[in-house]
Nanobody
Protein backbone atom coordinates (compact mmCIF):
# COMPACT_ATOMS: atom_id res chain seq x y z
CA UNK A 1 0.00 0.00 0.00
CA UNK A 2 1.31 3.43 -0.95
CA UNK A 3 1.90 5.89 1.85
CA UNK A 4 1.64 9.57 1.00
CA UNK A 5 2.37 12.26 3.58
CA UNK A 6 2.03 15.99 2.98
CA UNK A 7 3.72 18.56 5.21
CA UNK A 8 4.61 22.23 5.30
CA UNK A 9 1.19 23.79 5.64
CA UNK A 10 0.43 26.51 8.15
CA UNK A 11 -0.79 30.04 8.72
CA UNK A 12 0.78 32.86 6.73
CA UNK A 13 -0.07 36.46 5.94
CA UNK A 14 -1.08 37.51 2.45
CA UNK A 15 2.01 38.04 0.32
CA UNK A 16 3.96 35.44 2.24
CA UNK A 17 5.37 32.09 1.18
CA UNK A 18 5.11 28.44 2.13
CA UNK A 19 6.75 25.30 0.81
CA UNK A 20 4.72 22.10 0.82
CA UNK A 21 6.40 18.71 0.72
CA UNK A 22 5.03 15.31 -0.25
CA UNK A 23 6.76 12.10 0.77
CA UNK A 24 5.76 8.89 -1.02
CA UNK A 25 6.85 5.40 -0.09
CA UNK A 26 8.54 2.95 -2.42
CA UNK A 27 9.38 2.64 -6.06
CA UNK A 28 5.96 3.75 -7.21
CA UNK A 29 6.88 7.44 -6.98
CA UNK A 30 9.22 7.45 -9.97
CA UNK A 31 6.53 5.71 -12.05
CA UNK A 32 3.89 8.32 -11.18
CA UNK A 33 2.87 11.67 -12.50
CA UNK A 34 2.39 13.75 -9.35
CA UNK A 35 -0.09 16.50 -8.75
CA UNK A 36 -1.24 18.98 -6.14
CA UNK A 37 -4.94 19.58 -5.58
CA UNK A 38 -6.72 21.75 -3.03
CA UNK A 39 -10.13 21.80 -1.42
CA UNK A 40 -12.19 24.18 0.67
CA UNK A 41 -15.31 23.22 2.65
CA UNK A 42 -18.34 22.64 0.49
CA UNK A 43 -16.39 22.70 -2.76
CA UNK A 44 -14.93 20.07 -5.01
CA UNK A 45 -11.21 19.40 -5.00
CA UNK A 46 -9.52 21.59 -7.61
CA UNK A 47 -6.38 21.11 -9.64
CA UNK A 48 -3.36 23.21 -8.68
CA UNK A 49 -0.32 21.80 -10.51
CA UNK A 50 1.06 18.58 -11.99
CA UNK A 51 4.52 17.32 -12.89
CA UNK A 52 5.22 14.33 -15.13
CA UNK A 53 7.37 11.36 -14.12
CA UNK A 54 10.62 12.85 -15.35
CA UNK A 55 9.68 16.43 -14.54
CA UNK A 56 9.72 17.42 -18.19
CA UNK A 57 6.05 18.34 -18.40
CA UNK A 58 4.59 20.78 -15.87
CA UNK A 59 1.13 22.37 -15.90
CA UNK A 60 -0.34 24.94 -13.52
CA UNK A 61 -3.85 26.15 -12.88
CA UNK A 62 -4.30 29.71 -14.15
CA UNK A 63 -5.02 30.88 -10.61
CA UNK A 64 -1.52 29.96 -9.38
CA UNK A 65 0.59 30.45 -12.51
CA UNK A 66 3.56 32.68 -11.84
CA UNK A 67 3.24 32.30 -8.06
CA UNK A 68 3.58 28.55 -7.41
CA UNK A 69 6.36 26.20 -8.49
CA UNK A 70 6.07 22.41 -8.51
CA UNK A 71 9.15 20.19 -8.44
CA UNK A 72 10.15 16.63 -7.66
CA UNK A 73 13.17 14.62 -6.55
CA UNK A 74 12.83 11.04 -7.79
CA UNK A 75 15.92 9.92 -5.88
CA UNK A 76 14.23 10.88 -2.60
CA UNK A 77 10.61 10.07 -3.57
CA UNK A 78 9.69 13.66 -2.79
CA UNK A 79 7.54 16.32 -4.45
CA UNK A 80 7.35 20.00 -3.53
CA UNK A 81 5.13 23.01 -4.06
CA UNK A 82 6.75 26.39 -3.50
CA UNK A 83 3.98 28.93 -2.96
CA UNK A 84 4.84 32.63 -3.16
CA UNK A 85 2.72 35.78 -3.09
CA UNK A 86 0.00 33.89 -1.27
CA UNK A 87 -3.55 35.24 -1.31
CA UNK A 88 -6.45 34.60 1.07
CA UNK A 89 -8.17 32.68 -1.73
CA UNK A 90 -5.32 30.16 -1.64
CA UNK A 91 -6.61 29.01 1.76
CA UNK A 92 -7.47 25.31 1.48
CA UNK A 93 -6.40 21.81 2.37
CA UNK A 94 -3.71 20.82 -0.11
CA UNK A 95 -3.44 17.22 -1.29
CA UNK A 96 -0.58 15.38 -2.95
CA UNK A 97 -1.77 12.83 -5.52
CA UNK A 98 -0.11 10.28 -7.77
CA UNK A 99 -1.17 8.88 -11.15
CA UNK A 100 0.10 5.62 -12.62
CA UNK A 101 -1.59 6.15 -15.96
CA UNK A 102 -0.05 7.18 -19.24
CA UNK A 103 3.46 7.43 -20.55
CA UNK A 104 6.43 9.53 -19.45
CA UNK A 105 5.10 12.96 -20.31
CA UNK A 106 1.64 12.32 -18.96
CA UNK A 107 0.43 15.14 -16.71
CA UNK A 108 -3.24 14.72 -15.77
CA UNK A 109 -5.39 17.57 -14.47
CA UNK A 110 -8.52 15.61 -13.56
CA UNK A 111 -8.64 14.03 -10.14
CA UNK A 112 -10.30 10.90 -11.50
CA UNK A 113 -7.04 10.12 -13.28
CA UNK A 114 -5.13 9.77 -10.02
CA UNK A 115 -4.50 6.50 -8.22
CA UNK A 116 -3.45 7.47 -4.71
CA UNK A 117 -3.31 10.51 -2.41
CA UNK A 118 -2.50 11.67 1.08
CA UNK A 119 -4.49 13.12 3.96
CA UNK A 120 -3.73 16.72 3.10
CA UNK A 121 -2.13 19.69 4.80
CA UNK A 122 -3.95 22.88 5.75
CA UNK A 123 -2.82 26.21 4.30
CA UNK A 124 -4.39 29.34 5.72
CA UNK A 125 -3.62 32.79 4.32
CA UNK A 126 -4.77 35.74 6.39
CA UNK A 127 -5.56 39.12 4.87
Amino acid sequence: QVQVVESGGGLVQAGGSLRLSCATSGRIFSMSAMGWFRQTPGKEREFVAVISRSGGNIIYADSVKGRFTISRDNARNMMYLQMNSLKPEDTAVYYCEGSLRGEGGYAPRLEGQYSYWGQGTQVTVSS
